[in-house]
Each structure stands twice: as C-alpha cells, then as structure tokens.
C-alpha cells in the first residue's frame, strides 16, 4: 500500500510495559513502564549512558527488550512488522543523508522506499518546511550540520508518521534553526503525532514538552510539571537527578 493512502494501520497510544535491556551485565534499561500519547512532546532527559537512545530503539522497534513489552494501540512490534515501520519516523544520531545526491534527491530517494506518490509535489514540501528550496539541488557533502540536520529531519518526516522518535535534534542548529525546529514540532502536535525527543538541550526543550521523563541508572521518572514557582526545565531536571545538570 502506498504510504500516501489511509495507513492500514494506526494508534493513538504507545505503551511501554516493565521494560528492561541488558547488554551482557550492563544494564541500559530496567522496569520502565510508561505511555505516550498522539498529540503531545515527551521529553527524555538523563546523563550520557542512561538510556534515553536505548529506549528510543525499543520504541522504534529496532532495538528489542530484554524482558517486557511495547504495544502500539493494542497491537505489538511482533504482530505488525511493516505496517508499524510505516507508521514510525526516525531522527537519529547518524541522519542516513548521502552526500553525493542533492538535497532534493535524497529526499526523493527515501519517498521512493516509502512508496510515497505525489513524490515531487511531497518533496518540494519537505523543502519547503526545512526553508532548503535556495539548496535543493546543492549536494549534501557540502551542507553544514545543521542544514543536514533540517533536511534528515523532514527525511523522517516525509512519509507522514504518527510515532515521531528524536534523538538530540537540536544538534548543530542556530538559534533560527532551532526557532524553525520548535515551530515544526509545535505544528506536528497539533496534527496528531506522539513525538518522543531525547535532547540535553534544556533550553530550547522547555516550554516545548507537554511533560519530561528524566532517565537515571536505566529507571525513568517523571519531571514535575512546570507551574509556576516550580523553576525551569533544568531546575527540575536536577531535582528529580539529584543534582545532575
């Protein structure tokens, strides 16, 4: 099925129940129980090696857990296959951009895996939305980080996901790249996905997150909400890390 046409298959809530992930005796993961909702950003805060980018890869499903379950509505990654991939988005640390095509091919390039139709009409879209149209066709060897950055992300964006996993999208943005970043995520809320953004980018996360998970020693807490009087992102960040900024 093209994924331009109704999914034939959605979900309006990710559930992670008693996750755990083990590498040999490290232990990355342990009892993590939480949900994630369509419509609302979910931060993910915690020191380097707590495993916010574990928990981001059990979510996408290409990371299995050890013990426990994911469930994407009532359905899990193991009964679903393809149909949930089509449904995923994914913003990692490597951004799978080739730099030998332009900004405009690689984009194609990744609609024809989707099996997108319309596909010029989707990419000049997606150029659009990454204010690239000037560097469509400039080869991506030549972009800057952060332009890399803005066009990966509407490469994960391109086929219309419902499950959008972000690991440290701010990487390499100025400050009107990251104003862009926070205005795309803002609108793709309002449209219905459930976005789950790991960042130590306090900063620009807050006053974006409708709520935090802060991630230590492999358990995931959740961050007081942000009322008034109770600081900012980072202030309660260190409260439930113990001191950890």
Partial sequence: MSADAAPAFDFDVVSARDISR????????SHVTTEFRAGEIVGLFGPNGA????????LS?????SAGEVRYG????ATLGDALRARIGVLGHDLFLYGDLTARENLAFFGRLYGLTHLQDRVAQALHAARLEERADDRVAGFSR????????????????????????????????????VDRLTGLRRSGAAIVMAT?????????????????????????AGAAGQGTLRERYRAAAGGRA
């Fill in 51 to 58: 495993g916010k980018s574990t928990l981001l890869g059990i």
């Fill in 74 to 77: 009532d359905r899990t990654a």
């Fill in 146 to 181: 952060g332009l890399r950055q803005r066009l990966a992300l509407e490469r994960a964006l391109l086929h219309g996901p419902r499950l959008i996993l972000l690991d440290e999208p701010f990487t390499g943005l100025d400050d009107e790249s990251c104003a862009l970043l």
């Fill in 200 to 224: 130590h980018d306090f900063e620009s996360a807050d006053g974006l997150i409708d709520r935090g998970l802060c991630l230590t020693n492999g358990r995931a807490m959740a961050l007081a």
């Fill in 22 to 29: 083990h590498f040999g005796r490290r232990r990355a993961l």
């Fill in 61 to 65: 499903s290409l990371v299995r857990p």
